[in-house]
């Protein structure tokens, strides 16, 4: 292990990565793409009722007090796979993680009270899910993902309520 310092605007953040977990500050607009390619152009109700799932993760991925291009450089690695996690500003109880390989996004979850909008008031859910978005059919990279979500999740909230949101086709795909 190297000991490194990594400035994100301004915040100071140290501790100690090994050379595969170097976090690349450039990588934010990459990350929010690779979130957009992945979950596409569905919305859904998360953490803000009818926002793109893409922003909701993306959202969710933020250090608390930083601007938001700035993902938390926090990793693990399984193999190849990397994940990513987070938790959004101001409210980190929700919280976000993305699973990538070989810069692809593979894998995406939310832990989130599912809040919704009805007649004009938005409520939220008491108890925090956690919600795993995948494509079908499932490939075995996807399938380690998943694993890894789901420790994640447990990791945050032990017995968490899990849920699979199972993606729509990308489009021009079957």
């Not at 793109?52 to 993902?71: H, M, T």
């Not at 004009?120 to 979500?149: Q, V, W, Y």
Request: charged residues 20%; glycine residues 8%.
């Amino acid at each position: 292990m190297r000991p490194f310092i990594l400035a994100l605007t301004g915040v100071l953040v140290t501790g100690s990565v090994t050379a595969s977990e170097v976090y690349d500050p450039n990588a934010a607009p990459r990350l929010e793409n690779g979130i957009k390619q992945y979950l596409g152009d569905e919305k859904g109700n998360y953490v803000v009722p009818g926002w793109l799932l893409s922003r909701q993760v993306y959202e969710s991925l933020q250090v608390p007090g930083n601007p938001k291009d700035a993902p938390v450089p926090t990793f693990s690695d399984v193999g190849s796979l990397k994940l990513l996690q987070g938790c959004r500003p101001h409210s980190c109880t929700e919280k976000a993680a993305v699973i990538y390989q070989d810069l692809k996004v593979v894998g995406a979850a939310i832990i989130s009270n599912k809040c919704a909008k009805t007649a004009g008031k938005t409520s939220c859910d008491a108890t925090s899910t956690l919600t795993i978005f995948e494509h079908n059919p499932i490939s075995l990279s996807d399938s380690n993902a998943r694993r890894m979500l789901r420790a994640w999740g447990e990791s945050k909230q032990s017995g968490i309520p899990t849920e699979i949101y199972a993606l729509r086709a990308p489009k021009g795909k079957p």
